[in-house]
């Protein structure tokens, strides 16, 4: 049986599909922000000597990092509203469910890079009388981030691709667009190719760039 291709269907509905692409790139860019903020915040309590910052941080990651972000975000859609007085949108519930599931795995990436820094440093911020949060600052941090680039970059590429999951909960992002227009026109394969493209093309040079980077960042080395 062959198949006949029809991709005019689909860009009749090009603008449902501008705005699904807008709202990706919105959850994508509070994710992206809130995720890493958050992660920079638990990293440095889990590396941190004093257990009150240590054991909390320590629970949050392990427990984010190890349950599925689409079950984290069904539970704030559909369960966070019989506990709490207000009723919570598909935007916000799959921001909280993509974000502390990102902050987790972020968190564990800011940890190993400061733990790369030759103890050394810390020696020599001390022996002039820098305190410990001056230290971190103005010595571990920038050294560490230089390092965590790569790792900081892909998983911003792992955030973006998670956004495709608040579709499940009726989030009018492109995969959301695309799901309506296949069931109006009876055009999945043309549909789901068109955002696969769309991904790819949005994606590719970042990876491409990520790469370049991380050959910059070795020979620096």
């Known amino acids: 049986m062959e198949y006949t291709w029809d991709f005019g269907s689909v860009w009749e509905y090009r603008e449902a599909l501008w705005v699904g692409l807008i709202n990706t790139l919105r959850i994508f860019v509070i994710c992206l922000v809130a995720g890493l903020s958050l992660g920079l915040a638990m990293g440095l309590a889990r590396y941190s000597v004093r257990r009150w910052l240590r054991w909390p941080a320590a629970c949050f990651i392990e427990f984010f990092r190890n349950t599925p972000v689409l079950v984290q975000i069904f539970w704030f859609y559909f369960a966070f509203p019989i506990l709490a007085p207000f009723e919570i949108s598909a935007l916000m519930a799959a921001a909280l469910g993509i974000t502390l599931n990102s902050a987790a795995f972020s968190a564990e990436i800011f940890r190993g890079g400061i733990q790369t820094i030759d103890p050394g440093q810390w020696e020599a911020g001390r022996a002039i009388g820098m305190r410990y949060r001056e230290i971190m600052a103005r010595i571990i941090l920038p050294q560490a981030v230089r390092r965590m680039m790569p790792a900081l970059t892909n998983r911003g590429i792992e955030i973006f691709k998670m956004t495709t999951l608040a579709s499940a909960i009726a989030y009018a992002d492109v995969l959301h667009q695309a799901r309506l227009i296949a069931s109006v026109n009876f055009n999945p394969i043309e549909a789901y190719t068109v ?5 790819f093309v949005i994606l590719y040079p970042i990876v ?10 070795a020979k620096g080395d």
């Open 208 to 217: 491409r760039a990520t790469y370049a980077l991380e050959r910059r960042l």
């Open 195 to 199: 955002v696969a493209v769309a991904f």
